[in-house]
């Protein structure tokens, strides 16, 4: 059968057309008896509404930490003591014993003493420079020392009488130097002799220096 055939069969339209009819009549009969009201109704009724508790998962158990298994070491490995070895010891040399002939000590050998080292001699002392007379190189100065007369220093020391001997160097031209007191019984009395030797004095020059001139002054209170 084909298409076509199908198309023209009669029977099939009048199925679907009835089935139409009985669906509005049962729409129709519903309205009717209030069959639709209680379905309206029944879809208006309240609804409940619950809530529903999430249900709560429960904590995971705690991490137990397991301790790290144990090292196991290896045991040691047996001690096996290692085989003796005996080792034959030769036996102990003889004692050689040789005749030893003594020898003499050798003659002691004796060292003469060195001759002692002559010292060397002391230098020669310079020769002590010759004092020239003052009646030489200076004339008349006798009448110097005279004319001195006494310190006042001694006379109000208390001093009735004194000494002293003065020198002196002469230079080539005559002139008194390097005045200085050789003795004197008191120091009142070579100060001024000194002085005196110094300012009162004249002697001539000889043409070379003389190194020591003195003149000896004898002093007494009147």
């Given amino acids: 059968m084909n298409f076509g055939q199908r198309q023209r069969d009669p029977t099939k339209h009048f199925v679907g057309i009835a089935a139409v009819i009985l669906f509005h009549g049962f729409v129709i009969y519903a309205l009717m008896t209030g069959l639709a009201k209680k379905v309206i109704e029944v879809v208006r009724a309240p609804i409940e509404t619950k ?48 005749a030893v002939t003594p020898t003499p000590p050798p003659a002691p050998v004796v060292i003469a003493p060195a001759p002692p080292v002559a010292a060397a001699p002391a230098p020669a002392a310079p020769p002590a420079p010759a004092v020239v007379s003052a009646g030489v190189v200076c004339p008349g100065y006798q009448e110097k020392v005279k004319e001195a007369g006494y310190p006042r220093d001694a006379n109000r020391a208390g ?31 070579g100060r001024y002799a000194a002085r005196q030797v110094e300012s009162e004095v004249k002697c001539v020059g000889q043409g070379h220096e003389i190194q020591t001139v003195r003149i000896p002054f004898s002093f007494k209170l009147d």
Avoid: C, D, W
């Fill in 159 to 189: 001093l009735t009488r004194g000494e002293a001997m003065i020198e002196f160097s002469l230079s080539a031209g005559g002139e008194v130097k390097n005045v200085r007191v050789v003795s004197a019984t008191h120091p009142i009395f």
């Fill in 51 to 98: 809530v529903i508790e999430e249900v709560k998962k429960p904590p995971p158990p705690p991490e137990v930490v397991l301790p790290p298994p144990p090292k196991l070491e290896a045991p040691p490995p047996p001690f096996i003591p290692p085989p003796e070895v005996q080792i034959a010891t030769p036996p102990p040399p003889q004692p050689t014993i040789t």
